[in-house]
């Protein structure tokens, strides 16, 4: 096992975690929270191949970020 899994894994796992259980209960921390476990699957793919590694960060960053702003527009509408 590389360094980059290793480092990979404790992001993806740490990121979760504080993305779950953000201590300010704003949607700007858990937007920014919602970064720290991509870059750690950006890790794991890393340390297989490049390209895969690229192409999963940018799928996962855009489509979270997508969902997660729909998510903070529909609350502020309804409330």
């Known amino acids: ?5 290793i480092l990979g ?5 740490g990121g979760t975690i ?3 259980f953000p201590v300010p209960r704003t949607y700007l ?4 929270n919602l970064e720290i476990p991509a870059w750690g699957l950006l890790l794991l793919m890393l340390s297989y191949n490049e390209a895969l590694a690229l192409l999963t960060f940018g799928g996962v960053t855009a489509l979270s ?3 997660f702003v729909r ?3 529909k609350k502020e ?3």
């Open 18 to 20: 504080a993305s779950a």
């Open 77 to 79: 509408a309804s409330g």
């Open 65 to 67: 970020v997508y969902i």
């Open 1 to 5: 096992m590389n360094p980059e899994f």
């Open 29 to 32: 921390n858990r937007l920014i």
């Open 71 to 73: 998510v903070i527009q």
């Open 9 to 13: 894994l404790i992001l993806l796992l």
